[in-house]
């Protein structure tokens, strides 16, 4: 497969999965507000730390108001982590490998990008909720399809692999902002205020039901062990890093437990690194700066991966050109 085809598939695999993303934490938040009345203005913060665009958004746009939020997260092409730059950006990688995905996968591409494009801002923002489903139906039919049509061959894994990294770069995301930027006040710890934004949390990665039908009632360190931890759960980090190392394997054809090219080794060790992990150790140390460091690390990993797959080859000790057009996050 040509490294230019491995490339476009991967990112538009990630975009996708970042415009899904996105959606999730608006959604959820404009739900969790109708139980929060006290603070309502402050609760729209958090959704820029998650995307991590804050500095740029304080420039924008100054205040974090509802409208300002929504529109800087959904219909602001400017902001490349936006719901309409992802769509574009994806159906732009899509167009340039047309012959190696299924008509059926671009018509849903673009049936996807043309409804958030016609997509009045005004009728967004007085139906939200509709709206924001309507994004996350989108991305979960692109994935159907490409689960279900497309051959199961090394480009469905570039395809896997770019969704299962942006999916645990985002689950964490969403963990660190609860728990280090959300609760206004220590005092709110264990009082409903607290549990209100744990079970919007779950709900932000679909995960609710999920998670109560395994532990039963909320509480903070099981929810950050089933979102980080759990190895059966889609959308917990672990899971996501289990299955995209299983993915980078299929494509090297080296063996699991083994590498041979520093992304199979950094993916490995992060595999490793969540799989011994302990929840309690893990809060004593410190869940931001655990976090935090996870997140460096697996800007790494794909930084890794960009340089063993995608990267142009230096030609008769000529350098090459190794800078990705794309936005890791």
Known sequence: MLSRVAESIYWMSRYIERAENVARFVDVNLHLILDLPGGVQMQWDPLVSTTGDDEVFAERYGHASREAVIRFLTFDTENPNSIISCFRAARENARSIRENISSEMWVQLNDAYLMVTNTAEEWAMEEPHQFFTDIKVASHLFAGQTDNIMSHSEAWHFCQLGRLIERADK???????????????????????????????????????????????????????????????????????????????????????????????????????????????????????????????????????????????????????????????
């Open 171 to 329: 689950t964490s995301r969403i963990v660190d902002v609860k728990y280090f930027i959300l609760l206004p006040s220590i005092w709110d710890v264990n009082t409903p205020f607290d549990d209100i934004q744990w079970g919007a949390l779950l709900h932000s990665a679909s995960a609710f039901e999920m998670y109560r039908r395994t532990y039963g009632l909320i509480s903070p360190n099981r929810v950050v062990a089933f979102l980080l931890l759990d190895r059966e759960f889609p959308r917990s980090v672990l899971y996501c890093l289990s299955k995209a190392e299983e993915s980078l394997h299929a494509i090297s054809g080296t063996p699991l437990e083994t590498f041979s090219n520093p992304a199979e080794q950094g993916l490995g060790q992060l595999r490793s690194e969540f799989a011994y992990a302990q929840v309690q150790q893990i809060l004593a140390s410190g869940l931001h700066e655990f976090l935090d460091a996870f997140q460096t690390k697996l800007n790494l990993v794909g930084d890794d991966i960009r340089k063993t797959f995608f990267a142009p080859r230096p030609v008769n000790g000529e350098s090459a050109d190794t800078q990705s057009q794309q936005i890791i996050g």
